[in-house]
């Protein structure tokens, strides 16, 4: 009895729509139907995966969310997704309303519910792993212990070269300049010119702790601490596309290229568009395994479950 987006006025935003009550279910039952399956379950878990599919599939092909891609953003749009407002906050100035990406948020304002919580400055230069740089993949699709592309490590920025467009907007990398919400330090006008460059914080010095760090949901307009208004996504159509993938191979052991260009590529592809899709053919001539190429989809693409740091 819930309405679907198209029926949620501009101003009800944020409440929750069919969609979004369809999209968690499929999370849930994605999630217990593959603890059912590995603990020798398997009647339980193909009813749950089943309802995981027909769920995540419903909103698919609701046709009432799209991935945020916007032309002018290019490879950056979803760097910029996780700190999208209403105040410039991004190079091509897009607001809120044109991301319609995000299926459930909890919604932020600067003008009128603040986060209260000094993001920022808790995210940018946040440490990670180096586990986590090696998930992504190489342009050619590949993982990096397969693929001919990848550098190594022979300097602080080599194995970054050839690699998933994700990799740049969500980590940081060596001798790069990056803002914050800082004066100086954040942006003038977005556009890396000198007067951009001379307000930044800088170049990011990669020498501590792991030699990993994070620039996701930091802010690159000047405000002051705590006052970020970007929503946070509870639930996001790319996770539904990946949701459906998982569940779709655990049901039946496969998945068909058709499945997989309906939902996991279309996340891949994204800010890839050169980068091979994952399909059968690419498995079995790489030695790969399915299960593991969807499953790294998701921490990547999902944004640990819409945490934001891997996306």
């Known amino acids: 009895m819930l309405p679907s987006e198209s029926a949620i006025s501009a101003s ?3 409440r929750i729509s069919k969609g979004a009550a369809q999209a968690f279910l499929g999370r849930v039952t994605l999630y217990e139907g593959t603890w059912q399956k590995f603990r020798n379950n398997s009647a339980r878990a193909n009813t749950l995966l089943d309802k995981s599919i027909v769920n995540s ?3 698919i092909t609701s046709n009432l969310y799209q991935l945020f891609t916007p032309a002018a953003l290019g490879d950056s749009a979803l760097k910029y997704l996780f700190i999208l407002e209403d105040e410039r906050s991004n190079p091509a100035s897009i607001g809120k309303s044109a991301n319609k990406e995000y299926i459930l948020a909890n919604r ?6 603040q986060i209260r919580n000094n993001v920022t400055h808790t995210w940018l230069g946040a440490g990670t792993a180096g586990k986590f740089a090696r998930l992504f993949l190489c342009q050619d699709g590949l993982p990096v212990d397969k693929s001919p592309l990848f550098q190594g490590y022979a300097s602080t920025r080599s194995e970054y070269t050839n690699r998933d467009n994700r990799m740049r907007y969500t980590m940081m990398l060596d001798s790069n300049y990056y ?3 800082e004066n100086p330090g954040s942006r003038i006008n977005w556009t890396g010119d000198a007067a951009d460059i001379a307000n930044s914080r800088g170049r990011h010095n990669g020498a501590s702790g792991t030699g990993y760090q994070t620039q996701k949901w930091a802010s690159e307009r000047r405000l002051n601490d705590n006052e970020e208004g970007y929503d946070w996504p509870v639930i996001r159509l790319a996770e539904v596309y990946l949701n459906y993938a998982e569940a779709v191979f655990e ?3 496969s998945i068909s290229d058709d499945d997989l260009n309906k939902s996991l590529n279309l996340v891949r592809n994204r800010v890839n568009k050169t980068m091979p899709k994952l399909s059968n053919a690419l498995v079995t001539a790489n ?3 399915m299960r593991s190429e969807i499953r790294r989809k998701g921490p990547l ?3 640990w479950k819409d945490s934001g740091l891997m996306t």
Do not use: H
């Open 179 to 181: 803002w914050d919400n």
């Open 57 to 59: 599939d419903a909103v």
């Open 108 to 113: 932020y304002s600067f003008t009128q519910r």
């Open 251 to 253: 049901r039946s052991g």
């Open 287 to 289: 030695g790969l395994d």
């Open 12 to 14: 009800d935003k944020g």
């Open 301 to 303: 693409s999902c944004a």
